[in-house]
């Protein structure tokens, strides 16, 4: 029990199983954002809200279990991913949850919500916490009926019983969950600990703003690129920068205090944000609308979503202020008033039109938001070299622009891991990899300006901003990146890196670092000169450059940008271990998470037959096992690895990191195969691909385990192949199902290898 529960005021940093977690509400986002633009009557409206408040039910109950229990527990970690895997289900079935997948909705709701209640009170015999967890399973039992009853009648009558439930939940967690002759629980065993449920929550919304970035750029890459649908995009995603900055505003609103003063508050208002989380979904439809159909014919439904999204999040906003920090709120509503009297022209105009009109309102909330400091906060002082430098007091902490920055890579893994599924062929694979390495190079460069600087300095964020909307564009044209888009991959490539140097290298001057962003700068020209010819060459001489365009990035990072005359400190090329581990760590859980998202989309669309329930549980599983391959064994610190080793090191993780990242791409391929086709036809180039995802991540796993923490046996991943590479021929012939499961048994028995091994105090470990 002691090692189960946090114990009171411990610190609590957000796991990686949280974030994994967190990251399926992509997913469900999406698929109620394409349900809401499938149908804008009111009857559909108001069921996809019901939807929606169950999703976000599941997310507050999970992240308050991983506050009040140790996440590290294995116990914690079977009951996190069982409650993600129920949570994948319910939103699979969010399509047609008022249809044929009723039962599948509610009856999965249900067996999560009232499935971790009943276990946690069995766990928790004789400790005073088992009395809320018996609350909270007597008033989810009290639901359960309404919700499991709605399942089986028409859709008229399910949304009323469904309505009922969901009143019935939200209700019981604003009242306490009063039962008679229970008790309530003493406020130090239930009291929130601020920092941790305020990092979640601010985790949350940010991810659930990647589901404008997600669905912007998929959009973009249907389309044709044209310069109008390149300006719809822009302010798509200028519109996602708003509520981003919209939601932060004023600075020193301080979550974390306000939860420790008011836990209980806290605790009962924590469903207030479905309100705002309505707003993204509604803003996502209308960006789609938005970048569709910029010009085209002007309906009056298309206009109105358009102004509903930003409308309900400004509510959103408002209400989050009043009931979490007791403040009035008087710059989101005026926002709203100046919207709802301004829709019935803008009802008039096309979507373009319409969406750059309440961009600017909401910039001008963000305006009024921006010179309000509330609160103690530390005022920026010196030059703007010194304010620019990254401070390290605080190395390991990531600001909200670098998790939103990330976010931009599931869209771009999910064009590459579609480019592999539509051609097998070596050459396809060849320019997919060429792709994927500049991508990769884009956000490792990044990084490394968000560990050598300070991200909460506005200059920076601003060039985040800008270098996060050139690599979408990046993204959306990778399907035609070796045709008729290969000029804007190229050119937005080389604009990246180019203005990242011209912007940070006057910052510097007077300073050693400038010598450094200088030969950065230098050798990242050299190879724009390749990439952007290359583009306006045939497909077979461009792929030839662009190979060896990628290299010269590659290489001239790894001997520090040499150039004569530029002095080389390897100290100034020395990152900080504790931040540039933490987004390494960030970024594959992301990758992992763009695993999930297209096996997710791929099962809702396909049907909730056994066969494919069976492929999808595989698919998610060896998602789960290559998560916990990479963080096993216990007791590894990457950061560690880097403050204590040559400069090199930060480099070496940066390759190492780029193989898994690959390797996560080349098994959503096979996971999408994996679920359409689990007893189809069977073609060696598919089984291959599954093969190859699960090697090339065994591969990259033991090589950062021998490169970054010295391993001197290496056993683990060569056996593991060599299993592999046995099996292989008697796989070629079997059906994907099969394929996959086999794999998973060898990656789950390496997992357990790797659980029993035993860390070095030098790190050193049998890998």
């Given at each position: 029990?002691?090692?189960?529960?946090?114990?009171?005021?411990?610190?609590?940093?957000?796991?990686?199983?949280?974030l994994?977690?967190?990251?399926?509400?992509?997913?469900?986002?999406?698929?109620?954002?394409?349900?809401?633009?499938?149908?804008?009557?009111?009857?559909?409206?108001?069921?996809?809200?019901?939807?929606?408040?169950?999703?976000?039910?599941?997310?507050?109950?999970?992240?308050?279990?991983?506050?009040?229990?140790?996440?590290?527990?294995?116990?914690?970690?079977?009951?996190?991913?069982?409650?993600?895997?129920?949570?994948?289900?319910?939103?699979?079935?969010?399509?047609?949850?008022?249809?044929?997948?009723?039962f599948?909705?509610?009856?999965?709701?249900?067996?999560?919500?009232?499935?971790?209640?009943?276990?946690?009170?069995?766990?928790?015999?004789?400790?005073p916490?088992?009395?809320?967890?018996?609350?909270?399973?007597?008033?989810c039992?009290?639901?359960?009926?309404?919700?499991?009853?709605?399942?089986?009648?028409?859709?008229t009558?399910?949304?009323?019983?469904?309505?009922?439930?969901?009143?019935?939940?939200?209700?019981?967690?604003?009242?306490?969950?009063?039962?008679?002759?229970?008790?309530?629980?003493?406020?130090?065993?239930?009291?929130?600990?601020?920092?941790?449920?305020?990092?979640?929550?601010?985790?949350?919304?940010?991810?659930?703003?990647?589901?404008?970035?997600?669905?912007?750029?998929?959009?973009?890459?249907?389309?044709?690129?044209?310069?109008?649908?390149?300006?719809?995009?822009?302010i798509?995603?200028?519109n996602?920068?708003?509520?981003?900055?919209?939601?932060?505003?004023?600075?020193?609103?301080?979550?974390?205090?306000?939860?420790?003063?008011?836990?209980?508050?806290?605790?009962?208002?924590?469903?207030?944000?479905?309100?705002?989380?309505?707003?993204?979904v509604?803003?996502?439809m209308?960006?789609?609308?938005?970048?569709?159909?910029?010009?085209?014919?002007?309906?009056?439904?298309?206009?109105?979503?358009?102004?509903?999204?930003?409308?309900?999040?400004?509510?959103?906003?408002?209400?989050?202020?009043?009931?979490?920090?007791?403040?009035?709120?008087?710059?989101?509503?005026?926002?709203?008033?100046?919207?709802?009297?301004?829709?019935?022209?803008?009802?008039?105009?096309?979507?373009?039109?319409?969406?750059?009109?309440?961009?600017?309102?909401?910039l001008?909330?963000?305006?009024?938001?921006?010179?309000?400091?509330?609160?103690?906060?530390?005022?920026?002082?010196?030059?703007?070299?010194?304010?620019?430098?990254?401070?390290?007091?605080?190395?390991?902490?990531?600001?909200?622009?670098?998790?939103?920055?990330?976010?931009?890579?599931?869209?771009?893994?999910?064009?590459?891991?579609?480019?592999?599924?539509n051609?097998?062929?070596?050459?396809?694979?060849?320019?997919?990899?060429?792709?994927?390495?500049?991508?990769?190079?884009?956000?490792?460069?990044?990084?490394?300006?968000?560990?050598?600087?300070?991200?909460?300095?506005?200059?920076?964020?601003?060039?985040?901003?800008?270098?996060?909307?050139?690599?979408?564009?990046?993204?959306?044209?990778?399907?035609?990146a070796?045709?008729e888009?290969?000029?804007?991959?190229?050119?937005?490539?080389?604009a990246?890196?180019?203005?990242?140097?011209?912007?940070?290298?006057?910052?510097?001057?007077?300073?050693?670092?400038?010598?450094?962003?200088?030969?950065?700068?230098?050798w990242?020209?050299?190879?724009?000169?390749?990439?952007?010819?290359?583009?306006?060459?045939p497909?077979?001489?461009?792929?030839?450059?662009?190979?060896?365009?990628?290299?010269?990035d590659?290489?001239?990072?790894?001997?520090?940008?040499?150039?004569?005359?530029?002095?080389?400190?390897?100290?100034?090329?020395?990152?900080i271990?504790?931040?540039?581990?933490?987004?390494?760590?960030?970024?594959?859980?992301?990758?992992?998470?763009?695993?999930?998202?297209v096996?997710g989309?791929?099962?809702?669309g396909?049907?909730?037959?056994?066969?494919?329930?069976?492929a999808?549980?595989?698919?998610?599983?060896?998602?789960?096992?290559?998560?916990?391959?990479?963080?096993?064994?216990?007791?590894?610190?990457?950061?560690?690895?880097?403050?204590?080793?040559?400069?090199?090191?930060?480099?070496?993780?940066?390759?190492?990191?780029?193989?898994?990242?690959?390797?996560?791409?080349?098994?959503?391929?096979?996971?999408?195969?994996?679920?359409?086709?689990?007893?189809?036809?069977?073609?060696v180039?598919?089984?291959?691909?599954?093969?190859?995802?699960?090697?090339?991540?065994?591969?990259?796993?033991?090589?950062?385990?021998?490169?970054?923490?010295?391993?001197?046996?290496?056993?683990?991943g060569?056996?593991?192949?060599?299993?592999?590479?046995?099996?292989?021929?008697?796989?070629?012939?079997?059906?994907?199902?099969?394929?996959a499961?086999?794999?998973?048994?060898?990656?789950?028995?390496?997992?357990?290898?790797?659980?029993?091994?035993?860390?070095?105090?030098?790190?050193?470990?049998s890998?």
């Open positions: 029990m002691e090692r189960l529960l946090r114990k009171p005021r411990s610190p609590r940093e957000v796991s990686f199983l949280e994994f977690f967190d990251l399926a509400i992509i997913f469900a986002l999406t698929q109620i954002a394409q349900r809401f633009l499938r149908d804008f009557g009111w009857e559909n409206s108001v069921q996809t809200l019901i939807l929606l408040a169950a999703i976000w039910s599941l997310w507050v109950a999970g992240a308050l279990m991983t506050d009040w229990f140790n996440p590290d527990e294995p116990y914690v970690h079977l009951l996190t991913i069982a409650g993600m895997f129920g949570g994948l289900l319910v939103a699979a079935a969010v399509p047609d949850a008022f249809a044929g997948h009723g599948v909705f509610a009856g999965t709701y249900v067996a999560v919500n009232l499935g971790r209640h009943l276990a946690n009170v069995r766990t928790l015999g004789g400790h916490l088992q009395e809320q967890m018996q609350r909270s399973a007597i008033w039992g009290v639901s359960a009926i309404p919700w499991l009853t709605g399942a089986f009648l028409p859709a009558p399910r949304l009323v019983c469904w309505s009922v439930a969901i009143v019935l939940d939200y209700l019981g967690v604003t009242v306490g969950r009063p039962v008679p002759g229970i008790g309530q629980t003493g406020e130090g065993y239930v009291r929130l600990v601020g920092e941790h449920i305020a990092e979640r929550y601010r985790q949350i919304f940010i991810i659930s703003l990647g589901v404008l970035i997600l669905v912007s750029g998929i959009s973009l890459s249907g389309t044709r690129l044209d310069i109008v649908r390149l300006l719809a995009f822009a798509a995603f200028a996602a920068v708003l509520l981003l900055w919209s939601w932060f505003l004023p600075r020193g609103l301080n979550l974390a205090d306000t939860i420790d003063r008011q836990p209980r508050r806290a605790l009962r208002t924590s469903h207030i944000h479905v309100v705002g989380l309505a707003g993204i509604v803003t996502a209308g960006d789609q609308i938005l970048i569709t159909r910029p010009l085209g014919e002007t309906r009056t439904p298309w206009s109105a979503a358009i102004i509903a999204g930003p409308f309900l999040f400004l509510a959103g906003r408002a209400l989050y202020a009043w009931t979490v920090f007791r403040r009035p709120a008087w710059r989101a509503p005026v926002g709203m008033l100046v919207l709802a009297a301004i829709s019935p022209g803008l009802l008039l105009l096309p979507p373009l039109a319409v969406a750059v009109v309440v961009n600017l309102v909401l001008g909330v963000v305006l009024s938001y921006r010179h309000i400091q509330l609160g103690p906060v530390v005022t920026a002082v010196g030059s703007r070299l010194e304010r620019l430098l990254r401070k390290r007091e605080h190395p390991r902490e990531i600001s909200f622009h670098e998790l939103f920055f990330d976010l931009a890579m599931i869209f771009a893994l999910s064009r590459l891991s579609q480019r592999v599924l051609d097998f062929g070596l050459v396809n694979l060849a320019e997919t990899l060429v792709l994927f390495c500049a991508i990769w190079w884009v956000w490792v460069a990044t990084a490394w300006s968000t560990d050598w600087f300070n991200p909460e300095e506005p200059y920076l964020q601003r060039l985040i901003i800008g270098i996060m909307f050139a690599g979408l564009l990046m993204a959306a044209a990778v399907p035609n070796f045709g888009h290969g000029l804007l991959f190229a050119g937005a490539y080389a990246i890196h180019i203005v990242r140097g011209l912007v940070i290298v006057p910052a510097l001057r007077g300073h050693p670092l400038q010598a450094r962003s200088a030969r950065v700068l230098i990242f020209g050299i190879s724009a000169v390749a990439w952007v010819v290359g583009a306006l060459l497909p077979l001489p461009q792929l030839v450059l662009w190979a060896v365009a990628v290299a010269v590659g290489v001239s990072a790894w001997l520090g940008w040499p150039v004569p005359r530029l002095t080389r400190p390897q100290a100034h090329l020395r990152v271990g504790e931040h540039i581990a933490e987004r390494y760590r960030q970024v594959y859980i992301i990758a992992l998470g763009e695993l999930v998202l096996s989309l791929v099962y809702s396909t049907g909730f037959d056994t066969i494919r329930t069976l999808f549980t595989i698919a998610f599983a060896n998602a789960v096992l290559m998560l916990w391959s990479y963080f096993l064994p216990r007791g590894r610190d990457l950061g560690t690895a880097v403050n204590t080793t040559a400069p090199r090191t930060a480099v070496a993780a940066a390759y190492c990191h780029g193989l898994m990242v690959a390797a996560a791409v080349v098994t959503a391929v096979g996971a999408e195969m994996l679920i359409r086709r689990p007893l189809g036809e069977t073609r180039a598919w089984v291959l691909i599954i093969i190859g995802g699960i090697v090339l991540h065994v591969i990259a796993r033991t090589v950062y385990g021998v490169v970054m923490f010295e391993a001197r046996r290496p056993w683990r060569p056996v593991a192949l060599g299993v592999i590479a046995a099996i292989t021929p008697g796989l070629l012939a079997a059906p994907l199902l099969v394929v499961g086999a794999l998973n048994i060898v990656l789950l028995c390496l997992v357990l290898s790797y659980r029993t091994a035993k860390v070095a105090p030098s790190a050193a470990v890998t």
